[in-house]
């Protein structure tokens, strides 16, 4: 499981980076103003929903 996690992150990673590339050939250069394209997720955070927090 921990390495089909890296497996997603690396491709995660290589398709933000393409996304940025294609703007960027179209002169649309974005990371100027923006640090992060994409926004943080908050370490430990997997998109799970916790139910008993709510």
Known sequence: MARYR????????AEKQRAEKLLED???????VASD??????AGDDGRV?????
Do not use: M, N, W
């Open 6 to 13: 890296v497996d997603l992150v690396e491709a995660r990673t």
């Open 26 to 32: 179209a002169q649309i250069k974005l990371s100027v």
């Open 37 to 42: 394209l994409f926004g943080v997720v908050p």
């Open 50 to 54: 916790d139910r008993r927090a709510a």
